[in-house]
């Protein structure tokens, strides 16, 4: 949603993106809604099977104050949505999205560009780890969000890839997350109960974020008016060209 275009250059107003940022929550609700039974399955099978309710109840509620905020900017949209999922989602997932929201939304004081995007994107990151303490390989939405925002990272700052394809580009790290919790036990949340009776079961809340993160990209590529990059999270830059120095597989004198 920056108004960067294809380019570097300098963003919209605050109004042209807080619209898109309303846009973008309208479309999550849209999706977390048409997804809920999925999402209650996922949770029935590791969880107590209100991730799906809970998710499209806050969700929804989220869409009608964004749509209720008066000529919005991006802060205030994403502080105005984070809590109103701290107060609509129930257990801990209100704190994880909502919370966390509340506390990024401050990055984007002054609108929306790839700088801030990504400083957003870091904090959103740190705070679902702080509240849930969680790290990769928990089998939480930890382990869809680091990769992503890894990705965008990497994409924006070092391989100066245009923003929506850098986007692109963390959603499809996202889902790579999401495919590795499968395989792996929970050691967070009601989850991590099960032992390695979770093994082999996805989780529910790296599949919600996986989902908002599809729909931000949808909805960037529409304000754009732009085609979503058919890209992948593969780096352009391995092994990095700027480095001048080969790494010496034989040891050298070690």
């Known amino acids: 949603m920056s108004g960067e275009g294809q380019g570097g250059g300098g963003g919209r107003e605050d109004g042209g993106d807080g619209a898109a940022v309303v846009a973008a929550v309208e479309a999550v609700a849209e999706r977390i809604e048409a997804e809920r039974s999925y999402l209650t399955e996922l ?34 949209v994403c502080k105005t949505v984070g809590k109103t999922l701290m107060a609509e989602v129930g257990g801990a997932s209100g704190p ?9 939304s401050a990055e984007l004081e002054g609108g929306i ?13 740190q705070k679902v780890e702080d509240r849930g303490d969680a ?27 245009p923003p929506l394809e850098a986007l692109a580009k963390a959603v499809d790290a996202a889902e790579r997350g999401v495919a590795f919790t499968v395989p792996i036990r929970a050691r967070k949340g009601r989850a991590s109960y ?23 990209l949808a909805t960037a590529a529409d304000a754009l008016d732009s085609e979503v990059p058919d890209v992948d999270a593969t780096s352009p830059t391995i092994p990095d060209e700027d480095l001048d120095d080969t790494p010496d597989v034989d040891g050298g004198d070690a």
């Open 43 to 76: 949770d029935s099978a590791i969880g107590d099977a209100d991730h799906g309710g809970n998710m499209a109840r806050g969700w929804s509620a989220a869409a009608e104050a964004a749509r209720d905020l008066d000529d919005p900017d991006p802060q205030t």
């Open 113 to 125: 560009d790839s700088e801030n995007a990504v400083a957003f994107a870091e904090t959103y990151l």
């Open 194 to 216: 099960l032992g390695w009776r979770s093994v082999g079961h996805q989780d529910p809340g790296a599949t919600s974020a996986l989902y908002i993160l599809e729909e931000l």
């Open 135 to 161: 790290r990769m390989g928990d089998q939480t939405m930890v382990d869809a969000l680091t990769p992503a925002v890894h990705t965008f990272k990497k994409s924006v700052e070092t391989d100066g890839l």
């Open 96 to 104: 994880l999205f909502g919370g966390s929201l509340v506390f990024a």
